[in-house]
């Protein structure tokens, strides 16, 4: 090691003043550079006797450093008594011996000390720090075992982060990796501060999201609190989690977080239903108060089905959600329509179709208000004369009275008018009909019961009089909206909606809209909507929000759009364009789905199939009934009971005949009043 430059600057300084030590008393004794050495001299001795007297502790280091000056000026008086020299050049002697005492003091000389103070100033704080870790030595001590003293090296190899000592080391089964590892504070009654997630990491090299930390509860034998801390680390766990998660896991990871598809929501279990072909997925919201919402396309996306599939449903109960992921969609399934399903049970309901759950979807011939109505919506191939049919087998089989009117002939409403009591085609037999209805229900009303009373009309009220009686009118806005009698259509509609249910007399509806706009008046629809389950089929996406915003659902319960396709899409369409060829027709199966209304909440369902060229008579009853004498003599009276599938105006019908003297036949009636 080589010595320092200043003391080797003060060797050469005594080197250097011993020859003058020697030679200054024997030229000049009373010479200044004697003086100056005699003078400096009385302070060196000043200064060792305060120093002497003072008993502190340095004393002996203070009077060392006064050393060189004391010994100068004794050699220098020494010098002054003896002649020349002196024997054997003493006072040469004398000189080189004081230079060399002043070299072996150096390292108690005022400047070396200065050189060397930091270094043994920093040396008494580590040996005053090294009883503050001494509470470690007993828990290296305390019999803990192998793996938990393993640990204790690698948390002291880093320093003991956070200030912070290992209690126990527990590893995880299965896991080479893992371990959960119990902390304290290293001084007693202090919180655990500072301590980092990237500092756990760093003492057991691993990656930081895969330390996690827990608060310690107070337990018989151990204290707990903010002095306390548990730390897992879970790289095997994380990594099993991310290639194949548990299902909790990948609920909790991908669709119940705070950016999943459902966040807030907690799993609870899976159900498969292996007949049916699907899997249940049950959860709840953490917070029984808040509100699920749910991201549709992003949940396809996680439970590895296509938006586009209909494959993926959710159907929401208060803070319970239930989740239905169908191996295949059952908007594509085909569920036949049977004489069992469309048979009224006790309540008065039957089977229209299936939900996405698989619940059966049921419509029912009566309410509790009296005769049911009912509201059909569909475009052109939507389904909606195949749901009609449903409804008239229902009615037929609870013994209803039916009378069918279509704007326009067609293949399926002709089969369907072979089981009508009534059935006809165009405004001028809907409107024919409508006007009976009208008329009908003021007979109803004046007809006594058994017990001779009249009577509103109530299912299972014995003692009525008449059957229950159903109208259809098929395409109605259409018919509606006719230039001569679309208005008297209308308005006698409006009527039955009113009264019809206290008659017994119900009507249904069916066309491709229910907007005010297109035709249909708001009393019109909402007297169908609250005596009724509205059924809208295959709606365009850009119009289902003013759709069911017309039929009084909420904004927040506007369904998302339908599928345009339920069958997946045809794989290998890369080598089709690769090899020029052209891709497939587009499946457009969706006829039949849509959304039943029964709540305030649509639910999207697909309806009974009714296979016409099969043939549909076995879903209907036997007997096609129709109205009682008594009524059919009053509408007689009233010159409303004929055919009404006569293509022409009966004279006055529609009002006075034009006498000969006025305008010519020729001329376009007036229109109904």
């Not at 008086?77 to 070299?103: E, H, N, R, V």
Request: net charge negative.
């Amino acid at each position: 090691m080589p010595t320092p430059r200043p003391v080797v600057l003060e060797r050469l300084a005594y080197t250097l003043a011993a020859p003058a030590l020697a030679v200054a008393p024997n030229l000049s004794p009373d010479g200044a550079v004697s003086t100056s050495i005699l003078l400096a001299g009385a302070a060196g001795a000043a200064g060792t006797y305060l120093a002497f007297k003072s008993g502190t502790e340095g004393a002996g280091r203070r009077i060392l450093r006064w050393a060189p000056l004391t010994l100068a000026a004794a050699v220098d008086i020494a010098a002054q008594y003896t002649s020349g020299y002196g024997p054997w050049d003493l006072d040469a002697l004398l000189a080189a011996g004081w230079a060399a005492a002043g070299s072996l003091v150096l390292p108690f000389s005022r400047l070396a000390r200065s050189r060397h103070r930091s270094a043994l100033a920093a040396l008494a704080p580590l040996a005053q720090a090294a009883p503050v870790q001494q509470p470690a030595a007993p828990v290296a001590d305390d019999g803990a075992d192998a793996f938990t003293r393993q640990v204790r090296l690698l948390w002291e190899r880093a320093g003991q982060p956070g200030k912070t000592i290992v209690v126990k080391a527990v590893p995880h089964d299965g896991m080479p990796h893992d371990l959960t590892v119990l902390l304290r504070a290293t001084e007693a009654g202090r919180p655990i501060t500072g301590l980092t997630e990237a500092a756990v990491a760093a003492a057991f090299g691993t990656d930081v999201s895969v330390v996690h930390f827990a608060e310690v509860q107070q337990q018989p034998g151990r204290q707990g609190g903010p002095g306390w801390l548990e730390v897992r680390i879970t790289p095997d766990a994380e990594r099993r989690r991310r290639t194949a998660p548990t299902a909790t896991e990948k609920w909790a990871d991908r669709i119940g977080g705070e950016r999943g598809a459902i966040p807030g929501s907690v799993y609870v279990d899976t159900v498969r239903d292996k007949a049916r072909r699907v899997t249940f997925w049950i959860a709840r919201m953490d917070d029984p108060l808040c509100e699920p919402r749910v991201n549709l396309p992003g949940l396809c996306a996680e439970m590895g089905a296509a938006y586009d599939d209909g494959r993926v449903f959710v159907t929401l109960d208060g803070p319970d959600i239930l989740v239905s992921v169908w191996d295949s969609s059952p908007l594509a399934e085909v569920y036949p329509a049977t004489r069992e399903l469309l048979t009224p049970d006790a309540d008065g309901r039957w089977v229209c179709g299936y939900l996405t759950n698989g619940q059966p979807a049921r419509q029912r011939v009566y309410t509790d208000r009296g005769a049911a109505h009912g509201l059909l919506t569909a475009p052109s191939g939507g389904g909606k004369t195949q749901l009609m049919g449903l409804y008239i087998a229902a009615d037929s089989l609870f013994g209803k009275v039916v009378w069918l009117a279509t704007e326009a002939p067609d293949e399926k409403t002709a089969a369907l008018g072979e089981h009508a009591d009534r059935y006809g085609i165009g405004p001028l037999f809907m409107v024919r009909m409508t006007r009976a209805l009208v008329a009908l229900m003021e007979i109803r009303g004046q007809m006594r019961w058994a017990d001779g009373e009249r009577h509103d009309w109530a299912p299972g009220l014995p003692g009525c009089p008449y059957r229950p009686l159903s109208a259809y009118m098929d395409e109605f806005l259409s018919a509606a909206r006719h230039e001569l009698y679309g208005a008297e259509i209308m308005n006698n509609a409006e009527i039955i909606s009113v009264k019809g249910r206290k008659y017994g007399v119900g009507e249904t509806a069916a066309g491709q809209s229910v907007y005010v706009q297109d035709g249909f008046t708001q009393l019109l629809c909402e007297n169908l909507r609250e005596n009724c389950i509205p059924i809208v089929l295959k709606v365009a996406p850009k119009k289902i929000t003013d759709m069911f915003k017309a039929l009084g659902v909420a904004p927040e319960d506007v369904p998302d759009p339908l599928p345009r396709s339920f069958s997946p899409a045809e794989a290998g369409r890369i080598e089709r364009i690769m090899a020029g060829q052209p891709e497939p027709p587009t499946d457009s199966n969706t006829g039949g789905a849509g959304w039943i209304i029964e709540g305030k909440k649509p639910e999207v369902l697909r309806t009974l199939y009714m296979d016409f060229g099969a043939g549909i008579g076995h879903l209907f009853a036997d007997t096609v009934h129709g109205l009682t004498d008594h009524e059919i003599a009053e509408l007689e009276a009233r010159d409303l009971w004929f055919d009404w599938t006569e293509p022409e105006p009966r004279p006055g019908e529609f009002g006075p005949e034009p006498d000969d003297d006025g305008d010519s036949g020729d001329a376009p009636r007036s229109r109904p009043a």
